[in-house]
């Protein structure tokens, strides 16, 4: 059985939504971030960047970094069809991965919201949680023009979309982001999913 350290409201909502969506059999352990659970000897041992989303495999190996978790989620489950067999069509859901996660959650919503982890003082963390803001007002509108009038971001539902679907819930909760009307209702479709109702009692902390 996979076993997943989750953090509920970080990225890795992403990757509890796609392992219900792929019927992976796995058990879930909650690292508790505010406590500082990522940086204790139990966890290090596990994953030594200290971070979330991991994924220990059934060979007692890690696996870590939300793409590479989502895309060997979906091609171990190739009846869920999130993994295009098609190269080009492969080649773009690495593509929106990593565009959302290198650029609108790292460039984006991690200055916006924790700028001190960059900057010691407030007029540069002001400054660099600007940026932030306008990164991620950015990084929504290329995802908006990349989806259109489609139901999902590449069309059918992907691991894309599990990226897609974190970001835009981070964006849902500030309630201060530019977020086009169709992210939005794609938002609201994701939450309709069964996927997402198993997900939720893990999504947000207690």
């Not at 996979?2 to 792929?22: D, M, R, T, W």
């Not at 492969?90 to 290198?102: H, K, N, Q, S, Y």
């Not at 003082?121 to 400054?127: I, L």
């Not at 897609?164 to 500030?174: N, S």
């Amino acid at each position: 059985m996979l076993k997943f350290y989750h953090a509920p409201q970080s990225c890795s909502n992403g990757i509890l939504l796609l392992l219900h969506e792929v019927g992976a059999d796995f058990e879930t352990k909650v690292v508790d971030l505010r406590n500082g659970d990522q940086r204790g000897a139990e966890y290090l041992s596990l994953n030594p960047k200290g971070k979330v989303p991991a994924l220990v495999l059934t060979d007692g190996s890690t696996l870590t970094e939300f793409p590479a978790i989502a895309t060997w989620l979906a091609d171990c489950h190739p009846q869920a069809g999130l993994a295009p067999a098609d190269t080009t069509a492969r080649a773009r859901t690495i593509e929106a991965l990593d565009f959302i996660v290198g650029s609108v959650h790292m460039r984006g919503f991690t200055f916006d919201k924790v700028p001190q982890k960059f900057l010691p003082d407030e007029e540069g963390q002001a400054t660099l949680r600007a940026h932030g803001r306008s990164e991620v007002n950015k990084g929504l509108k290329a995802l908006s023009d990349i989806l259109g009038d489609k139901e999902y971001l590449l069309g059918d539902f992907s691991a894309a979309d599990a990226a897609l679907f974190y970001v835009l819930e981070w964006a849902e909760e500030d309630g201060e982001y530019d977020t086009p009307a169709n992210l939005q209702a794609c938002l609201d479709r994701i939450k309709t999913r069964p996927a997402y109702a198993a997900a939720a009692p893990l999504l947000t902390r207690t």
